[in-house]
């Protein structure tokens, strides 16, 4: 079975019935690490990036008892806390066999090489594959890093290594015969910190010749995974940004989406101030000039994924916000050093640091 038949498989079999179906498997079904003591990371655990100095190891997990007919695992590593707009995927791993009981410490490592043989490794919101550890704000509260395994009902989950976290999640929920979890926290030294939510500007408005209703048109819905839109990405057009603006940064996001972390449909970063405008289908590869960068959207591809919410689910908003950034480059190591192929998160992340200003309108969809 290949991506698009699993996808297309979980979006008309109904989604709600295989969540059921998940919450009624084995009460015995257990996931645990004798490297995570007493449900706090450890500094082996951490990222070694961004200002943060751990050892990046991915911990032992152990897990017992996975219920009958079980063909694969899939296990992944959240952090609902992050102040992206999304939490942040630390790691995704899939296709483990039915066999496996274990994965070793630094099963996460792609050089190590000591995940079970058939393993895929996701890719995660570090934009890249593996294991990457935990790296929270100084001063915030301790986030929750939230440890799942999917018992799952197929051996193969039809996905390949550039499955970012959210379409692993909703894969694997979509399969699942029962899931296991436990929570560890970390949380770095420093001033208390704070987020709050990026203000408006008087002005600063954005809209869409194109959804016009609030409702999303089906040229503008994916055309994959049983969906049958042309995944035109929409016109969409802005008012002068306020004073202090030295790029924009578009999101296009999904809250609905039942993946624990919604959905990314498109992220756009590094828009010129001097730009006003996308035109219909801007979001396709190579569609945006100016130097405009468009990131990975949670369909695991560069650029604008349009909307396919589950058949049969109440109609899905999708969020399509502009922010006003303080900041210039988003690539330039000196503010953040994001790449091109950064996730929604990790866009989301560094914009919401940087952000003076916000325009929104949201539009649904369902089917």
């Known amino acids: 079975m290949n991506v698009a038949q699993a996808i297309r498989t979980i979006l008309h079999s109904g989604f709600a019935v295989a969540?059921?179906?998940?919450?009624?498997?084995?009460?015995?079904?257990?996931?645990?690490?004798?490297?995570?003591a007493n449900g706090?990371?450890?500094?082996?655990?951490?990222?070694?990036?961004?200002?943060c100095t751990g050892g990046n190891v991915s911990p032992e997990l152990r897990w017992s008892n996975p219920p009958s007919g079980t063909q694969s695992f899939a296990i992944t590593v959240h952090d609902?806390?992050?102040?992206?707009?999304?939490?942040?995927?630390?790691?995704?791993?899939?296709?483990?066999?039915?066999?496996?009981?274990?994965?070793?410490?630094?099963?996460g490592s792609l050089s190590a090489s000591l995940a079970p043989a058939g393993t895929i490794q996701g890719f995660t919101d570090f934009a890249s594959n593996g294991y990457g550890g935990p790296c929270p704000p100084a001063g915030d509260p301790a986030h929750r890093y939230v440890f799942t395994i999917h018992a799952l009902k197929v051996a193969d989950l039809g996905l390949d290594n550039t499955a970012p976290g959210a379409l692993v999640s909703f894969a694997a929920k979509g399969n699942a015969i029962a899931s296991a979890s436990?929570?560890?926290?970390?949380?770095?030294?420093?001033?208390?910190?704070?987020?709050p939510p990026v203000p408006t500007a008087p002005g600063f408005t954005l809209a869409s010749n194109t959804i016009t209703s609030g409702t999303i048109p089906t040229p503008q819905v994916y055309n994959q995974f049983g969906c049958t839109g042309s995944n035109t990405s929409p016109e969409l057009h802005w008012s002068t940004p306020p004073t202090g603006t030295r790029s924009?940064?578009?999101?296009?996001?999904?809250?609905?989406?039942?993946?624990?972390?919604?959905?990314?449909?498109?992220?756009?970063?590094?828009i010129p101030t001097t730009q006003t405008s996308f035109a219909l289908n801007a979001g396709a590869p190579g569609g945006l000039t100016g130097g405009a960068v468009?990131?990975?959207?949670?369909?695991?591809?560069?650029?604008?994924?349009?909307p396919c919410p589950p058949a049969g689910a109440p109609a899905h908003h999708h969020q399509f916000t502009l922010y006003a950034l303080k900041v210039a480059n988003l690539k330039d190591p000196a503010v953040a050093g994001i790449p091109d192929?950064?996730?929604?998160?990790?866009?989301?992340?560094?914009?919401?640091?940087?952000?003076?200003?916000q325009a929104t309108f949201t539009a649904t969809y369902g089917r």
């Open 294 to 306: 468009q990131g990975v959207n949670d369909y695991g591809k560069t650029g604008y994924g349009g």
């Open 40 to 51: 706090a990371i450890q500094t082996e655990q951490v990222a070694n990036v961004f200002g």
């Open 248 to 270: 924009l940064v578009l999101e296009v996001y999904d809250p609905d989406a039942p993946t624990d972390s919604g959905f990314w449909h498109w992220v756009v970063f590094n």
């Open 182 to 195: 436990f929570t560890a926290n970390y949380g770095i030294q420093g001033p208390p910190t704070s987020h």
């Open 19 to 36: 969540l059921f179906a998940a919450g009624c498997g084995s009460s015995d079904f257990t996931l645990s690490s004798p490297d995570i």
């Open 341 to 357: 192929n950064a996730t929604g998160a990790l866009v989301g992340f560094v914009t919401r640091a940087n952000a003076i200003a």
């Open 80 to 107: 609902p806390d992050a102040p992206t707009g999304s939490g942040f995927w630390h790691w995704a791993v899939f296709n483990i066999p039915a066999s496996a009981r274990s994965l070793p410490k630094n099963a």
